[in-house]
């Protein structure tokens, strides 16, 4: 490891530095780093003290990463003794996998009730876990997608996003084709999200299947028209029973972080409350997506629910929380936000950037979602509550 101090009035001996080894996101290995004195623009050379079995490590798993962290060593006017002052992530091994990631299974128990969109229902020993599987490209405006009235509505795609009628699409499902052979449930579906005046629409089809004892496989094909240049997400929606309070998830984080918002989160294995999922923003708005998830586990008394991105195909993002889109959409103060039970759970293949466009340029062309076909393959396991 290189360190540098770019400093010219303090010295490096006010921080503290220390490794941690993360095999398939959980940390397996830590320690403190011995950081010599280097003066300003200087640099030195550290060694960290790896596992010595480390080769097998990465042969044997999906993925390895080292972190480097530096703290302050005490406090100081500008920050607490252990403030975060910079860190670094790097992955070790090659970039292919050294093996596929285990997908999540299924009990003896578990219920799938078939629906026009997939599914109406989802329950475990008759507990309901999952409401009926839904569709979206939207969600709700934030301040740099251009407020209603304020200075950014212009600069933003707010007033695009409005005038296509992206807020406002019907989602119609055709008669859902279901096959029950030798146990092997099949749901077929196929539907479409259109336009209050009918000029354009999303076209969605999508497979569910549910063997015993293994877990739920949906494959979604989505065709976004050229009519929607540019389009704030594409995946699924769900609501999520009461109780599945506690929020796992293997991917970037801990804190929210959309495509252009990368540079301060970390792969890792994170855990949060429901409740802390959400950001403390005064006006209402979109937040607290993760990306690049690998799996997403929500825990409960009634059920443990997981969602895996396919071991072969793109890695997801994820939001959830108590506040429904519509509701972040429509109330002008987080205090009018509704008091409600459960929560709403977005999987998305794809999702735009926040851009800085309330005081700065839009989302650049990179983090745009545009039109096209997205094709992807998601999983769903859902256990009793003690199970793994």
């Not at 309901?128 to 969600?139: D, S």
């Amino acid at each position: 490891m290189l360190v540098r101090n770019e400093r010219f009035h303090r010295g490096i001996d006010d921080l503290q530095a220390s490794w941690a080894l993360r095999v398939d996101g959980a940390v397996v290995a830590d320690g403190a780093l011995d950081l010599p004195a280097v003066g300003p623009r200087g640099s030195a050379a550290v060694p960290v003290p790896l596992p010595e079995d480390l080769d097998d490590l990465v042969a044997q798993a999906h993925e390895v990463h080292l972190d480097v962290v530096t703290r302050q060593a005490e406090q100081t006017p500008w920050a607490p003794a252990g403030h975060v002052v910079a860190w670094d992530q790097h992955r070790l091994g090659d970039l292919e996998p050294g093996r596929v990631r285990a997908l999540p299974s299924c009990t003896e128990a578990l219920s799938v009730a078939p629906g026009a969109s997939g599914w109406d229902a989802v329950t475990l020993d008759g507990h309901q876990l999952l409401g009926a599987l839904g569709a979206t490209v939207w969600r709700p405006m934030t301040d740099n997608d251009g407020t209603v009235g304020g200075p950014a509505w212009q600069l933003g795609r707010a007033a695009d996003w409005h005038e296509w009628g992206l807020d406002r699409l019907a989602a119609q499902w055709d008669d859902p084709a279901v096959e029950d052979t030798e146990g092997v449930l099949r749901i077929r579906a196929h539907g479409r999200l259109v336009t209050p005046t009918g000029s354009a629409q999303v076209d969605w089809t999508r497979t569910v299947t549910v063997e015993p004892l293994h877990a739920v496989r949906i494959d979604e094909t989505v065709v976004v028209p050229d009519a929607f240049a540019d389009v704030p997400r594409v995946g699924a929606v769900v609501e999520v029973a009461d109780g599945l309070d506690d929020v796992a998830w293997w991917g970037l984080g801990p804190h929210e972080c959309y495509p252009d918002r990368l540079g301060s989160a970390v792969v890792g294995r994170h855990r949060r409350h429901l409740d802390d999922m959400a950001e403390p923003l005064v006006h209402p708005q979109e937040h607290g997506t993760r990306t690049q998830v690998r799996e997403v586990v929500l825990s409960g008394p009634t059920g443990r629910l997981v969602v895996a991105a396919d071991p072969h195909g793109p890695l997801l993002a994820f939001r959830v929380g108590r506040d429904r889109d519509a509701n972040l959409e429509t109330c002008p103060l987080a205090s009018e936000l509704p008091s409600r039970t459960g929560a709403e759970l977005h999987v998305d293949v794809a999702v735009r950037g926040v851009g800085t466009g309330a005081c700065g340029p839009d989302t650049r062309p990179a983090y745009r979602v545009g039109p096209g076909t997205y094709r992807w393959t998601w999983w769903l396991g859902v256990l009793g509550p003690t199970s793994g």
